[in-house]
T-cell receptor
């Protein structure tokens, strides 16, 4: 079955430190992968997506992610955390096909300490 | 990317009643999806709604509880029927324009509280 696993339901970093949020997918077929951010009491905003083009994907707000097929991973990084990055981050996957349904990971709550 | 208007944004409902959530898209889209986000949790897909066909429900969700309509390519409704406090969640609609760009867009969500 399609799935993504996010390691770490809570991640805390200091302002200015590296942000690393982990996402692994399970499949033998090429996936399409996404990272979304959800600020408190708000909807979902797309940060970036991988759709089989460049393996290093740059998104909004300084975030980027690298698709590594050998590791079945799509980890999200940002070189320097900002207080405004505090939010819930969701990794999601689809495998295309007839339904194109998007399946979400369990989410990672990022806290940024001053 | 498509713009979605979802209504209502929030509601407080009595147990045993039903609530219909509307999702209006500013362009024609092939696929629409309905998700539930329970408090403090991730998004769970309820069903996929394609125009002109019956919605396809995920495991654990049934049509009697969550009937869906998709009368045209820009509109869909989700009804939460015979509600109980366990139905208190955020419900979101999403669309995939079907252009192969995988540009999923989400509505702002309906925050439902059942008392």
């Amino acid at each position: 079955a399609q799935s993504v696993t996010q390691l770490g339901s809570h991640v805390s970093v200091s302002e200015g430190a590296l942000v690393l949020l982990r996402c692994n997918y399970s499949s033998s077929v090429p996936p399409y992968l996404f990272w979304y951010v959800q600020y408190p009491n708000q909807g979902l905003q797309l940060l970036l997506k991988y759709t089989s083009a460049a393996t290093l994907v740059k998104g909004i707000n300084g975030f980027e992610a690298e698709f590594k097929k050998s590791e079945t991973s799509f980890h999200l990084t940002k070189p320097s955390a900002h207080m405004s990055d505090a939010a819930e981050y969701f990794c999601a996957v689809t495998y295309g096909g007839a339904t194109n349904k998007l399946i979400f990971g369990t989410g990672t709550l990022l806290a940024v300490q001053p | 990317s498509a713009v979605i208007s979802q209504k209502p944004s929030r509601d407080i409902c009595q147990r045993g009643t039903s609530l219909t959530i509307q999702c209006q898209v500013d362009s024609q889209v092939t696929m629409m999806f309905w998700y539930r986000q329970q408090p403090g949790q991730s998004l769970t897909l309820i069903a996929t709604a394609n125009q002109g066909s019956e919605a396809t429900y995920e495991s654990g969700f049934v049509i009697d509880k969550f009937p869906i309509s998709r009368p045209n390519l820009t509109f869909s409704t989700l009804t939460v029927s015979n509600m109980s406090p366990e139905d208190s969640s955020i419900y979101l609609c999403s669309v995939d324009p079907g252009t192969g760009t995988y540009g999923y867009t989400f509505g702002s969500g309906t925050r439902l509280t059942v008392v």
